[in-house]
């Protein structure tokens, strides 16, 4: 069989039994702890290479150089959140996808992290629309 048609393993996901690898995130096996004093295992330091540039790309200065904690930040777990699929890989319960954007999206789940995500404040109150204290006031007048 000619090398150029092999297929490429994912190392991006990938099981064995020492730790998980989910969309390139690294996390102990046994606890799917991102830091695990039982194993003892700490990989946000490996995983945050992987979202670094992206999130440089996304955040504003300010944003990056206060917010983003790197190596600091609070840990990801995936207890109870995997499971080996098809071909022995690892991947979400909930959709049994090996390499599940939806459950594992580090990038996105750090960038809102740190952005909050927040989206522009609206007002309750649509125009035209009479608050029930209001109509008390007319019935006064």
């Known amino acids: 069989m000619d090398s150029q048609f092999a297929q490429e393993e994912d190392m991006d996901n990938t099981v064995d039994s020492y730790s998980v ?4 995130f690294i996390f102990c096996t046994r606890h799917g702890l991102e830091v695990c004093d039982k194993c003892p295992t700490d990989n946000r330091g490996a995983n945050n290479m992987i979202v670094e540039d992206s999130l440089h790309d996304r955040l504003s200065e300010e944003e990056y150089s206060t917010k983003w904690k790197g190596d600091d930040r609070d840990p990801f777990t995936v207890t109870h959140q995997w499971t080996r699929v098809s071909g022995g890989k690892p ?25 909050g995500g927040r989206k522009p404040r609206q007002s ?13 006031d007319e019935a006064l007048h």
């Open 124 to 136: 309750r109150h649509r125009k035209g629309k009479h608050h029930n204290g209001d109509h008390a």
């Open 21 to 24: 690898t989910l969309n390139g």
């Open 91 to 115: 991947g979400c319960i909930q959709h049994k996808t090996v390499g599940c954007k939806e459950c594992f999206d580090w990038g996105e789940k750090l960038y809102h992290g740190i952005h």
